[in-house]
């Protein structure tokens, strides 16, 4: 019962970035939850040499997984059937919209938290997660990872994931939210609960590519929609609305004139000239 009312709060707060004192305004976790949250630590280099174990038992280090395309970083457990997984399903219902694919434009990277699983249980998750993205994708930027406690702990401390393990229910308690890692490791966006609006997953990946990905609409929409940190989601700003509003009607005024001037002076060019009468 402990875990099931546990889960259902972590839900419920999902979407706020910390379980904050109350005279910020946001409900207080129980004692047994205190310390349990996600801090955000923007630009905060993640460890590169942190070793874990891929699906096939391969030993690698989380530096080999980037240097190539920003990442989507998901700290879960793969025997949780409560929240992770709706993590994840976030995740994947969150991409499906996207002209971005893995592997090609990002990655996606989950390590568990729990060192007692393993790669094939991780595989099997893989294989799950993939096809439910879709049927005919491969699973190439899709890595699911285990390892040890160190090296767990070594990632979740860099990126301000704050979690426990209860004894008492089995459980690891923890919030929800995915970070959004730069192609170097550093951790740009932090997104919260565990519904990802595919707006905010693409201009967050876009963000996080340096411009390597994405399109021109992509950063007018970054321009008109700057990130919340406090959210964890892309918001319209009203005065960068304006600015682009004006900026459309300029130039669609200069192009109009432009157009009306070319008809006048070929009008002009065309007309015959009248000779003077002596």
């Known amino acids: 019962m402990k875990a099931t009312l546990a889960a259902c709060l972590f839900s419920a707060l999902s979407a706020a970035p910390l379980a904050a004192a109350p005279d910020a305004g946001r409900p207080v976790l129980p004692a047994y939850l205190q310390g349990i949250g996600i801090d ?18 391969r030993t690698v280090r989380l530096g080999d997984l980037l240097g190539r395309r920003p990442a989507i970083l998901a700290l879960v457990y793969y025997r949780c059937t409560m929240l992770c997984d709706q993590i994840l399903n976030g995740i994947v219902r969150g991409l499906r919209p996207l002209s971005l694919q893995p592997g090609r434009d990002f990655d996606v990277i989950a390590i568990s938290i729990n060192p007692a699983e393993d790669p094939p249980l991780a595989a099997a998750k893989r294989q799950n997660y993939v096809r ?14 285990t390892g040890s406690e160190p090296n767990i702990r070594a990632v979740a401390d860099a990126v301000g994931y704050h979690y426990r393990y209860e004894p008492k229910t089995g459980i690891f308690l923890h919030l929800a939210g995915i970070m959004v890692l730069t192609p170097e490791g550093k951790a740009a966006r932090y997104l919260y609960g565990v519904e990802y609006e595919p707006k905010d997953l693409k201009l967050s990946l876009v963000e996080a590519s340096h411009d ?12 008109c929609c700057p990130y919340d940190p406090v959210t964890g989601k892309y918001t319209a700003s009203i005065l960068n609305l304006m600015r682009v509003t004006a900026g459309a009607f300029l130039v669609l005024l200069i192009a109009v004139l432009a157009v009306w001037w070319r008809r ?15």
């Not at 390597?212 to 321009?223: A, K, M, N, P």
């Open 264 to 278: 006048d002076l070929r009008f002009h060019r065309r007309a015959p000239v009248r000779e003077q009468s002596t």
């Open 212 to 223: 390597r990905i994405g399109s021109l609409t992509d950063q007018i929409l970054l321009f």
């Open 40 to 57: 955000q630590r923007l630009n905060a280099q993640t460890p590169l040499g942190a070793e874990f174990r891929d699906e096939t038992g």
């Open 132 to 145: 439910l993205y879709s049927k005919t994708a491969s699973t190439a930027g899709w890595h699911f990872l």
